[in-house]
């Protein structure tokens, strides 16, 4: 077959955006976006339901088609919940962003001293969120011929230095064992593992003027800081026909800050 750009389109499809509700700027809510213009119905999903239904509210008023659910993606019956309100909007799903995780609100002390309780929440979150997401929507996208799931992992965790890192890299486990398993079913999943990203969360996190990203503006290829826009054409190569034959891989976008070959 001849090479369209039509192939980036997603008319016809539903795809299910996790943590897209929540922060205003954010990088869900650039891939809900991105992806309705790109002529998909979206299920914005979030623990944050109000935040949810306004991104929907957004992509409707702009033409597009979309639904806010409020989820919990570390609770079986949540993410379940959220795979039924889907199929109930828009007839199944084809696409799953997994993007919902705990970034600002991890905790960050060392290996020593950390609680249980807070290395329990964040892998709840990151790893498990993911893998329920998955299996929310894995039956529905075997149905309807195949599907894309994209995890959004993190330039954090190459190489992880604390629990957000040992999260995202479990991530990247998950991604590859998800591809392997399910490609027969003609679904693909691969990760997006941004670098620093100016969401309020990113930016709230680490500041602009902070030592960090001054530093990283010496040392990265292009520059340190991108914005939310900027992950969305990878996004979309990946939940596309044109990326059909991508799967178990993780694409780094990020100004050339984490350098592999
Ligand atoms: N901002 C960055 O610089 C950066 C860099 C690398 C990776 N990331 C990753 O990108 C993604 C989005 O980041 P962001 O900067 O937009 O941050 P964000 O905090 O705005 O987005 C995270 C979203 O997840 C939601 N969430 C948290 N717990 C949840 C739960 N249990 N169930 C459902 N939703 C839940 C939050 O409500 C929020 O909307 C995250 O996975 C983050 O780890 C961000």
Known sequence: MT???????LDGKVAVVTGAGGRGNSIGRAYALGLANAGASIVVADLNGDGAKAVADEIVAAGGKAVGVQVDVADEAST???????????????????????????????????GLDAWNKAFAVNLNGALLCARAVIPSMRERGGGRIVNQTSGGAFPATGLYGITKLALV????????????????????????????AGKM??????????????????????????LVGTALLLCSDAGAWISGQTIHVDGGWVLRP
């Not at 090479?3 to 389109?9: A, E, G, N």
């Not at 679904?187 to 997006?192: E, F, G, K, L």
């Open 80 to 114: 379940l919940a959220m795979g039924a309100a889907a199929k109930e909007a828009f007839g199944g799903v084809d696409i799953l962003i997994n993007n919902a995780a705990l970034m600002v609100d991890v905790s960050y002390d060392n290996c020593e001293t950390i």
């Open 3 to 9: 090479f369209s750009l039509d192939q980036f389109r």
């Open 173 to 200: 486990g998950l991604t590859t064992s998800l591809a392997k398993q399910f490609g027969k079913d003609g679904i693909t999943c691969n990760a997006i593992a941004p670098g620093n990203v100016t969401s309020d």
């Open 205 to 230: 996190l680490v500041p602009d003027d902070s030592p960090f990203i001054q530093f990283l503006n010496m040392t990265c290829a292009l520059r340190a800081r991108g914005a939310p826009d900027e």
